[in-house]
């Protein structure tokens, strides 16, 4: 069983900075695409930021230039470094991991999420 564990939220101040931390545990594998979403009450969960295996990154519109997605493979864990706060960055921040198990007539996807860790930047 997969767990993701996530750690770094909190309130702050617009303008300020945050690091949410996720670290993937419980089983040996290296996932394939790490990322974070963002989930405001009443709407539905978006992609900040996504990371692969092998360094692609991929941000959402409204983060670019300002928050930074980071992975140390050999922990499973994923970083994200988010800069120049504003009250429109809150919201519950979840951790996702994304393993595809190639096998010779299909390939398998699973996916994980984690808890969810509440970010709150204040005006």
């Known amino acids: 069983q997969v767990q993701l564990v996530e750690s770094g939220g909190g309130l702050v101040?617009?303008?300020g900075s945050l690091t949410l931390s996720c670290e993937a545990s419980g089983r040996?594998?290296?996932?394939?695409?790490?990322?974070?979403y963002r989930q405001v009450s009443g709407e539905q969960r978006e992609l900040v930021a996504?990371?692969?295996?092998?360094?692609?990154?991929n941000y959402a519109d409204s983060v670019k230039?300002?928050?930074t997605i980071a992975r140390d493979n050999a922990k499973n864990t994923v970083y994200l470094h988010m800069n120049s706060l504003k009250p429109e960055d809150t919201g519950v921040y979840y951790c996702y991991a994304e393993h595809l198990l190639h096998l010779i007539?299909?390939?398998?996807r699973y996916e994980y999420w984690g808890q969810g860790t509440e970010v709150t930047v204040s005006s």
């Open 13 to 15: 101040q617009s303008g």
């Open 28 to 36: 040996r594998f290296t996932p394939d695409t790490m990322a974070w």
């Open 50 to 57: 996504s990371m692969t295996t092998g360094g692609r990154r």
């Open 105 to 108: 007539e299909r390939t398998n």
């Open 65 to 67: 230039g300002r928050f």
